[in-house]
């Protein structure tokens, strides 16, 4: 069975058109607010979307994201209420969403429970950020019984040998981390990628999207150019929240939007 998130990238290689993956972190700055700027990555072009549960530690993120995850967890949101807002925003718009997270909110829940919410809301895969590759043979399993995909993260140190083993238990898409260091906006791509990417392809097809300071439309041509599938950018779209609140969606629809029509440029 072909999962949404294969579907959604096999039909972005049959055009033959490049994907953005947004991000942005669940109840900031309120969870009525995430669903409306969720709608408005759908309507702005989004290939899929990830969906950050906020967490008290989030030590792969930069400032930008830290201080989101405190807000909302100053509001009390919780991973029942970002599964809840994410099952309303695929109902509403059929784009695929990523449940993000590091391993602790979901260990409280139980990972068979988490897979279980997931699937009953209509999600389309998790990613955690911290599941070592080689404990994640039982959750990928979990959740393909459910028809849900395991997102899962590489890095730019990582030698082909570590790249087949992750991609091993991965479905979906690879998320291919173009710096080290954590996430965060910064002035120039880094030509770090290709090495990375070309190690990718040398060992699965799996789609591959690239993240981790791709904050503008020519970082995200270097990134295509260099053949990523899709680009994923969060710290940008964050920031702008940060900035416009509850105004957001509008300025976040037309910045993905923008981001996606930069594909004409390229060609």
Request: hydrophobic content about 45%; charged content about 20%.
């Amino acid at each position: 069975m072909t999962s949404r998130l294969q579907q959604a990238f096999k039909t972005l290689r049959a055009s033959g058109r490049r994907g953005v993956v947004p991000y942005i972190t669940a109840g900031d700055p309120d969870l009525e607010t995430t669903y409306s700027l969720l709608v408005a990555m759908a309507r702005g072009g989004a290939t899929a979307i990830e969906l950050g549960v906020p967490f008290s530690d989030p030590a792969a993120d930069g400032p930008v994201i830290q201080r989101a995850c405190e807000r909302a967890l100053s509001h009390g949101v919780k991973l029942h209420h970002v599964i809840e807002v994410a099952g309303r925003a695929v109902k509403a718009t059929g784009v695929p969403i990523v449940l993000f997270s590091y391993l602790n909110p979901l260990l409280r829940r139980g990972l068979e429970y988490v897979a279980q919410d997931a699937a009953d809301a209509g999600l389309a895969g998790v990613l955690v950020t911290d599941l070592p590759a080689e404990s994640a043979q039982g959750f990928s399993d979990t959740l393909q019984r459910r028809g849900l995909d395991l997102v899962s993260l590489v890095a730019p140190t990582s030698s082909a040998e570590r790249i087949a083993q992750i991609a091993k238990h991965a479905t979906g898409f690879l998320y291919a981390i173009s710096v080290t260091g954590v996430t965060g906006t910064r002035q120039q791509f880094s030509t770090d990628a290709s090495a990375l990417l070309s190690r990718i392809r040398s060992v699965t097809d799996l789609p591959v999207a690239v993240g981790f300071g791709i904050s503008n439309a020519e970082q995200a041509r270097e990134a295509w150019a260099q053949g990523a599938d899709a680009v994923i950018v969060g710290s940008a779209i964050v920031r702008k929240i940060e900035e416009f609140g509850a105004e957001a969606p509008a300025e976040v629809e037309r910045f993905v939007h923008e981001l996606i029509a930069a594909q004409a440029v390229e060609a």
